[in-house]
């Protein structure tokens, strides 16, 4: 067993006495119940909403292979991200701690490793068990140290490797953004010591890097399709980037053969670890802008080059599921699929959505959020409940659970079912969720917080959504009869409605956990 990240951590520095209380000091300290220590695989999509699978209603996307994990799993109604944005949703999942706590905002290109080193981490409890641990596809977390040039001709670290995964493959950041290359481990993939890799602000390229087109000079470089917005700096495989780049020509990524690369890398990853047991973290960028589905795929769904995406995702997710069963460990292996957030259409290219504004959630007869407001950037039910199915043939019984999780329980929930001590300063709001997640709860949490451009939470079917603008009061709704979050009823519920934000007030000052709440 690994020993403990150092303490005082970032959390006891930041909230002091009120990050704990006597009561949480340790958490998932019993022993592991009787054989269940199996592998796990986290399949993590990217932008993929509620209504966006078979399983949970869409009608012109086929997803075979994950209507399947639904049917021999246990698939939830009331699953939620934690947040409406990917780089505060995926910090909370790996941390056990929301975004907003330490200013967790969508990272631009470059950016430094958000998550403190000495963090307590969801691989960290794995590694803890015995588990070898990896991560195959996106990050999006940030790289290097504050205050740090990182050297991408270098070591590129810290990075997930400083945070508990033994091994790495990733996409740096998002496929709509610099650099459009692979890391794997602390080292750019194929890279040409001769055309070295450079990220900022193009005066500072070194000299004899490789040049690519601005899209907002020469927008004719644009030749996969244009922006919309924002997506027009450097142009890399016909496709505007928000951010520059220079040289790396050599070790570039190809957008349409992304899939299969981190396909690849996840069977790898499994055939080379299936003796031991091992937490594989999937993170598909499917099917976040650009949506460039391999040639085989396009033309598979009603939706375009979206809805083509999302059945490269299925793809990909079966793929997984066939290399597991190959190697007679589908029977003891957990596999979630979920999402980091809700469903977006137009966000940055003109790539054949009929979709232009965030207030508009139905593409062509889909609604990728199912019957619930709002998606991406949004903090409404459509934003954070996404796609949660779990399948462990050897430990759960298939299914479909209306119990309320939330993904910012993962860390406490796997340190319980494995018997890892959880020290009472890390993983301040995450809760042991572990029944409910083996369908041994039928109920699930009390309280969930949501997250973007303000917040919001769940009590029960009650949900309070606080606007960021100051003075502007609070929404209430009842989704026990309005699901969609039509008719704000604070006015008819006063009391109710302070005594949430009470209560949403003490939650941003000390975690979920440490306050004792369910």
């Not at 990050?19 to 300290?29: E, K, L, N």
């Not at 960028?285 to 979206?306: A, M, N, W």
């Not at 003891?332 to 290219?349: A, C, E, H, K, L």
Request: net charge negative; charged share 20%.
């Amino acid at each position: 067993m690994m020993t403990m990240k150092h303490t005082p951590t970032f959390l006891t520095l930041l909230f002091g006495a009120c990050a704990a209380s006597p009561d949480a000091s340790v958490i998932g300290s019993s022993a592991p119940r009787s054989g269940e220590r199996p592998n796990v695989v986290l399949i993590y999509g990217d932008d993929v909403g509620f209504g966006d699978l078979g399983c949970y209603g869409a009608e012109k996307i086929p997803t075979p292979n994950l209507d399947r994990l639904a049917a021999e799993g246990l698939r939830f109604t009331d699953g939620h991200c934690a947040a409406g944005t990917c780089t505060p949703s995926r910090f909370a999942l790996l941390t056990g701690v929301h975004g907003f706590r330490s200013g967790v905002r969508v990272l631009p290109p470059n950016a430094r490793l958000t998550i403190p080193v000495d963090a307590w981490t969801l691989p960290d409890t794995f590694r803890a068990a015995g588990y070898r641990t990896g991560i195959v596809g996106k990050w999006h977390l940030g790289l290097g140290a504050e205050g740090e040039a990182v050297d991408w001709n270098g070591a590129v670290k810290p990075g997930p490797m400083e945070l508990g995964f033994d091994e790495s493959f990733l996409l740096p950041s998002t496929n709509d953004r610099v650099p459009c290359v692979y890391l794997e481990g602390h080292g750019v993939v194929g890279l040409d010591p001769t055309d070295p890799l450079y990220v900022g602000k193009l005066a500072g390229a070194p000299e004899g890097s490789t040049p690519y087109p601005n899209g907002r000079k020469t927008p004719e470089a644009m030749t996969y399709y244009p922006s919309s917005h924002g997506h027009n700096q450097s142009v890399i495989n016909g496709i505007g980037r928000i951010g520059y780049m220079a040289g790396g020509e050599a070790a570039l990524w190809d957008d349409e053969t992304m899939a299969d690369v981190f396909v690849e890398r996840a069977t790898r990853f499994i055939d080379e670890n299936h003796e031991e047991p091992f937490f594989l973290f999937f993170s598909s960028q499917d099917i976040h802008v650009p949506r460039t589905p391999h040639p085989r795929f396009k033309g598979k769904s009603e939706l375009g080059y979206r809805g083509d995406a999302m059945v490269q995702l299925d793809w990909a997710a079966g793929a997984v599921m066939e290399a597991l069963e190959a190697r007679g460990l589908a029977e003891n292996t957990v596999v979630i699929f979920s999402s980091d957030n809700g469903p977006v259409y137009d966000d940055g290219y003109v790539d054949g959505t009929t979709v232009l504004t965030s207030k508009e959630e139905v593409d062509r007869g889909h609604d990728g959020s199912g019957p619930y407001r709002g998606g991406k950037y949004q903090v409404y039910e459509g934003g954070t409940r996404v796609p949660l199915i779990v399948r462990w043939p050897g430990g759960i019984e298939p299914g479909v659970s209306t119990a309320l999780v939330t993904q910012v329980d993962f860390v406490a929930s796997f340190a319980s079912m494995l018997g890892v001590p959880l020290p009472e300063e890390e993983a301040m709001d995450s809760r042991d969720a572990i029944d409910a997640l083996l369908g041994r709860d039928a109920v699930g949490r009390q309280y969930v917080v949501e997250e973007a451009r303000g917040l919001a939470l769940r009590d029960g079917p009650w949900k309070l959504v606080q606007r960021p603008k100051a003075g502007a009061g609070a929404e209430l709704y009842n989704l026990a009869d309005d699901v969609g979050e039509a008719s704000d009823v604070a006015a008819e519920h006063p009391e109710r409605a302070e005594a949430m934000s009470v209560q949403l007030d003490g939650i941003r000052a000390a975690g979920l956990r440490s306050l004792g709440l369910r």
